[in-house]
Structures are given as C-alpha cells and as structure tokens.
C-alpha cells in the first residue's frame, strides 16, 4: 500500500517554472515506478512522465520533453517534476501515481494516485 500527496502547484506565468512534489507513505516506495498525469477541465487524464523504481529510466509525453523533468529520492520517499517553460496550455490538476512499470502510460496501469496539486500558467 502507498498513499502519495503531492505539492507544489499555483499560479505561473507562461515562461516559467515550477516544481511539484509527491511523498510518500509506506515501505514499498521504492519497488514502484512513479508516474506523474494531468486532467485540464472537461478532459480526460492524460500521461505526462513516469520514472522506473531505480531512477535511471525515464518516460515522457511529447508534449512536454525538452521542458519537464522526472525525478525521485527514494530515500526521502519523494517523487518531483520540475516543469520549464511553462504554457497556458500545461494549466491542468497534475497527479502522481504509483504503478508496476515506468513505460505505462495509461491510467490502468497505476495502482495508487494522490489527490492532485492545480497548476495554472496564465497569459
């Protein structure tokens, strides 16, 4: 069992950064890949990056490579997304999960997700 609480969201202009975080409770952490998705409103969630249990791999969607970064600590538990050059179109609520493999990029394949931090890049 994980429970994950992410932090970091707010408000950004369009050109900047922002890092969120998502800790983690439980002994099994660093056994699970980590994920990290976001819903904007009247969408559907949609994958943004995930990271293998280790932290030497790294998966990212397309619309964000070049700008984010994925990254964990597993001996703090924790899980991050530096996100650069942010554009309105990033506004959404962003989640982390926890799943079996860091090359899933579907909901189903994560069993375990945090409640979401807002993110909104204005104009």
């Known amino acids: 069992q994980v429970q994950l609480v992410e932090s970091g969201g707010g408000l950004v202009q369009a050109g900047g950064s922002r890092r969120l975080s998502c800790a983690a409770s439980?002994?099994?952490?660093?056994?699970?890949?980590m994920g990290w998705f976001r819903q904007a409103p009247g969408k559907g969630r949609e994958f943004v990056a995930a990271i293998s249990w280790s932290g030497g791999r790294t998966n990212y969607a397309d619309s964000v490579k070049g700008r984010f970064t994925i990254s964990r600590d597993n001996a703090k538990k924790t899980v991050y997304l530096q996100m650069n050059s942010l554009k309105p179109e990033d506004t959404a609520a962003y989640y982390c999960?926890?799943?079996?493999?860091?090359?899933?990029?579907?909901?189903?394949?994560?069993?375990?997700w945090g409640q979401g931090t807002q993110v909104t890049v204005s104009s």
């Open positions: 999960a926890a799943g079996a493999h860091f090359r899933s990029v579907t909901v189903k394949g994560y069993d375990y």
């Open positions: 439980g002994r099994t952490f660093s056994s699970y890949a």
